[in-house]
């Protein structure tokens, strides 16, 4: 029971955080917090492990083929590169520039998208139901109804359904 509780007990803490916390945190926290959660789990990691990391000496004598594995593997996508713009048979069904297959796939994939209204579910209506019930009701003349939905309640973020 001592394994289990604990890990319980974090994975609650980690599904709040994500469900909760990290939908309304900018991109720069997001990456900053992300290399900082790395960081600490490599070295938690090492710490914790130590000691198979000291007696692990069988890669030893593999280390001086790094060098030329890696590159032989490097000519060998330089070859093939090679062949492939000469021979032209690694180029197929491509019209346009790349770009414009890119930006082609972006538009098609973002048609299939299903709106972000449909995504609500039982979670996300309580969820919103709750932000509603805490926030104060916005007078008549101050609500515009072309504006774009935002924050019900100052720097909590936008409801779950508007992600």
């Known amino acids: 029971m001592e394994v289990v ?6 994975l609650v803490l980690v599904a709040f955080f994500a469900f909760m916390v990290l939908p309304r945190m900018g991109p720069t926290v997001l990456a900053v917090v992300s290399l900082i959660a790395l960081i600490a789990a490599g070295v938690q990691h090492y710490s914790m492990f130590y000691t198979e990391y000291r007696l692990s000496t069988w890669q030893n004598s593999m280390v001086g083929y790094g060098p030329f594995i890696v590159l032989g593997i490097a000519l060998i996508f330089i070859i093939s590169a090679a062949v492939s713009v000469v021979t032209g048979k690694g180029i197929k069904n491509i019209t346009g520039t ?5 930006s082609n796939a972006i538009t098609n994939i973002k048609s299939s998208m299903p709106t972000a209204a449909s995504a609500t579910n039982m979670v996300t209506a309580g969820i919103n139901k709750g932000l509603s019930a805490v926030a104060p009701a916005a007078p008549a003349a101050q609500a515009a109804p072309a504006a774009p939905a935002s924050s019900m309640i ?6 779950a359904s508007e992600v």
Do not use: F, V
């Not at 509780?5 to 974090?10: A, F, T």
């Not at 790349?98 to 890119?102: A, E, S």
């Open 5 to 10: 509780l604990p890990s319980l007990i974090i």
């Open 98 to 102: 790349p770009m414009d297959t890119i």
């Open 154 to 159: 100052p720097a909590i973020g936008y409801k």
